[in-house]
């Protein structure tokens, strides 16, 4: 049974702002302090804090966006088990004890909340309440993927009935609701060039719908007033979201002063939000984020795209060289020298990120340059030193490798060609006693 706390909607809790007594008056005026918060920071160089809930197996994905671009720092925690297995019930459930916010205040210090494939089950109602809370009377902005988080029913309708769903623009109990829900809907992705819409998508139209010229996903069903940033076009007319044949992709609106998301998709193997299949999915994460952090989004998104590939290149080359680094130190090898270089790029790195948050872009890109020709010559130094200390080891394995067969090719030519070890018997007493014609 819910604490009498937990159950109060927001119309309730306007009512008990105006009619109860100080205490509520106090959060309440600290509530419009918080919903101002975000919007003076629009131009700041400080970071968005996200607090992401997502399926096990999503963990790597979101982990890479957060670490991708500078302006985006966060807490992952796993909140729904794999289908490929691996991960445990108590896993996600210590994880949760010691990740998820502890306070109500803790919560709201986080700027965005995405929730990904979730399983609601393992959010108490008290939870729940302090993240709708959040939404509705903090303005912390939020997403959500899946349609109504999962093709499983017994998933969707655990989102579908709780508090939190009524903040985000799909009409998760209609959608379940429709007989073709668990059935993925295929068609052309098409992005919404309406100038009146916030550009989360717009500028990267071309290149989104070139590298995706069909898209399946769970069916959405918008609510009235939100904005549509893509569709998917099918042959069915009956799907009419928001025009006849078409189903809302991603789309978002207005929930009291929070701005929230929903994406139709938003699994392991989700093309649109693969790098590697869609070249812009981090530029469409991060403005998906800015926007409901109520940031402003930049204007030059092509540009910004570039110099966050760049980020996001001295990220993985920094897993890379650290590789080869522990590598050669197993057999010895001093990395001293190669880490003391790898301090000094990873400083200018930090200076590129500073540059990237105050928006000075063509000056971070420059310095990315810098980075990026002085990583790959630590990278030539770390494999050439690696080279030099596994040398010793391949003379090692040549010499046992010759050293064996030789062994094992004198042996057999003694053994069994020259038979320098066998002697013939000349006389025994069975042959003796046959000349003799004796019995046996």
Request: glycine residues 6%; aromatic residues 10%; positive net charge.
């Given at each position: 049974m819910k604490h009498p706390e937990t159950v109060l909607d927001h119309k309730d809790r306007k009512k008990a702002w105006r009619e109860g007594p100080s205490r509520l008056r106090l959060i309440g005026a600290l509530s419009v302090i918080c919903l101002?918060?975000?919007?003076?920071?629009?131009?700041?160089p400080s970071t968005i804090g996200v607090l992401a809930m997502v399926n096990a197996e999503l963990m790597p994905i979101v982990r890479g966006w957060i670490l991708a671009d500078p302006s985006i720092n966060g807490t992952i925690i796993p909140l729904r088990e794999p289908t490929t297995g691996g991960v445990e019930v108590g896993f996600i459930e210590r994880m949760m004890r010691i990740y998820y916010p502890k306070t109500f205040e803790a919560l709201v210090s986080y700027d965005f909340m995405l929730l990904q494939g979730?399983?609601?089950?393992?959010?108490?109602?008290?939870?729940?309440q302090w993240m709708y809370?959040?939404?509705?009377v903090h303005g912390l902005g939020a997403a959500n993927t899946r349609?109504?988080?999962?093709?499983?029913?017994?998933?969707?309708?655990r989102w579908a009935t709780s508090v939190l769903s009524e903040a985000f623009p799909n009409d998760a109990m209609a959608a379940i609701r429709n007989p073709g829900y668990a059935v993925e809907?295929?068609?052309?992705?098409v992005v919404n060039d309406d100038p009146t819409i916030p550009p989360v998508m717009r500028p990267f139209k071309r290149d989104i719908e070139a590298a995706l010229p069909t898209y399946g996903g769970l069916l959405t069903i918008p609510k009235p007033g939100c904005r549509i940033h893509s569709w998917i076009k099918t042959d069915r007319p009956e799907y009419a979201y928001p025009l006849a044949g078409c189903i809302a992709h991603v789309f978002e609106w207005d929930y009291e002063e929070a701005v929230t998301f929903t994406l139709m998709d938003g699994t392991r193997d989700d093309p649109f939000l693969d790098a590697n299949v869609n070249p812009f999915a981090l530029d469409v994460v991060v403005n998906v984020i800015w926007h409901g952090s109520h940031r402003e989004l930049l204007e030059d998104a092509v540009k910004v795209h570039v110099l966050r590939d760049r980020l996001w290149s001295f990220a993985q080359a920094r897993s890379l060289a650290i590789s080869v680094f522990d590598f050669a130190e197993i057999f010895g090898a001093n990395t001293q020298s190669l880490y003391r270089e790898l301090a000094s790029l990873e400083t200018k790195k930090s200076r590129a990120d500073a540059m990237y948050l105050e928006e000075a872009f063509d000056q971070a890109y420059a310095l990315m340059d810098e980075v990026m020709q002085g990583f790959s010559e630590l990278t030539s130094k770390s494999i050439r030193l690696k080279d030099q200390t596994?040398?010793?080891?391949?003379?090692?394995?040549?010499?046992?490798?010759?050293?064996?067969?030789?062994?094992?090719?004198?042996?057999?030519?003694?053994?069994?060609?020259?038979?320098?070890?066998?002697?013939?018997?000349?006389?025994?007493?069975?042959?003796?006693q046959e000349r003799r014609g004796m019995p046996k």
């Open positions: 101002v918060l975000p919007v003076c920071w629009a131009g700041s979730v399983d609601m089950a393992f959010l108490s109602p008290r939870q729940v809370d959040a939404i509705a349609s109504a988080m999962s093709m499983h029913l017994y998933l969707a309708e809907k295929w068609g052309k992705l596994l040398i010793w080891v391949h003379m090692v394995e040549w010499l046992a490798v010759v050293g064996a067969s030789v062994l094992c090719g004198a042996s057999i030519w003694m053994l069994m060609v020259k038979r320098k070890l066998y002697v013939e018997a000349g006389v025994s007493r069975l042959s003796v």
